[in-house]
T-cell receptor, first 117, second 116 residues
Framework: AQTVTQSQPEMSVQEAETVTLSCTYD???????LFWYKQPPSRQMILVIRQEAYKQQNATENRFSVNFQKAAKSFSLKISDSQLGDAAMYFC??????????????FGEGTQLTVNP | DTGVSQNPRHKITKRGQNVTFRCDPI?????LYWYRQTLGQGPEFLTY????????KSRLLSDRFSAERPKGSFSTLEIQRTEQGDSAMYLC??????????????FGSGTQLSVL
């Protein structure tokens, strides 16, 4: 079974600064997808960024980028120019590309990000 | 696109009572998912539907839990004989087609269940 680990329960960053959230995962599969989701106080999970394991190029979405290290099974999220609205719980998630198990996401424990003005 | 809607937003019940939650996915999304999230943890997969067919169930879904999706539209999740350990947020999500194609999930705001 796949597992996702986020070793930072809490992180803080000053507004306009850069912060990196860590995520590691364990899998025996070679084809899969990785995601970062944001959960603000409204509780609605919002997709921030996604990465296909077969792509070597790191995904980027505006101020959000990832550092995907497949051999190390590491998938960190970098938030540049942090804004107050970035404050939320961030979850790293894994999804298999296998047909029989590709319907479910496996989430990490989450990292609570605080943005200080 | 009005988003995934979940009702009620909060539910307080006494141990042993039955509860039912409802999820209305984004229209034309044929895939619907239920997750459970306990305090301080990430969501855990419970079950998923393709149209009206329940195709996958987690071991977390004990025999006290039942989910339905009649006519492939809205879904209900019922918990019978609730226990204090059932206290959690129950999240619903939908997607327009097979996740294998890297479609993203659209989540609702969840139903927070408290069992006293």
């Amino acid at each position: 079974a796949q597992t996702v680990t986020q070793s930072q329960p809490e992180m803080s960053v000053q507004e306009a600064e850069t912060v990196t959230l860590s995520c590691t995962y364990d899998t025996s599969e070679s084809d899969y997808y990785l995601f970062w989701y944001k959960q603000p106080p409204s509780r609605q999970m919002i997709l921030v960024i996604r990465q296909e394991a077969y792509k070597q190029q790191n995904a980027t979405e505006n101020r959000f980028s990832v550092n995907f290290q497949k051999a190390a099974k590491s998938f960190s999220l970098k938030i540049s120019d942090s804004q107050l609205g970035d404050a939320a719980m961030y979850f790293c998630a894994y999804r298999s590309a296998e047909e029989t198990s590709g319907s479910r996401l496996t989430f990490g424990e989450g990292t609570q990000l605080t943005v200080n003005p | 696109d009005t988003g995934v809607s979940q009702n009620p937003r909060h539910k307080i019940t006494k141990r042993g009572q039955n509860v039912t939650f409802r999820c209305d996915p984004i229209s034309e999304h044929n895939r619907l998912y239920w997750y459970r999230q306990t305090l301080g943890q990430g969501p855990e997969f419970l079950t998923y539907f393709q149209n009206e067919a329940q195709l996958e169930k987690s071991r977390l879904l004990s025999d006290r839990f039942s989910a339905e999706r009649p006519k492939g539209s809205f879904s209900t999740l019922e918990i019978q004989r609730t226990e204090q350990g059932d206290s959690a947020m129950y999240l619903c999500a939908s997607s327009p087609r097979a996740l294998r194609t890297n479609e993203k999930l659209f989540f609702g705001s969840g139903t927070q269940l408290s069992v006293l």
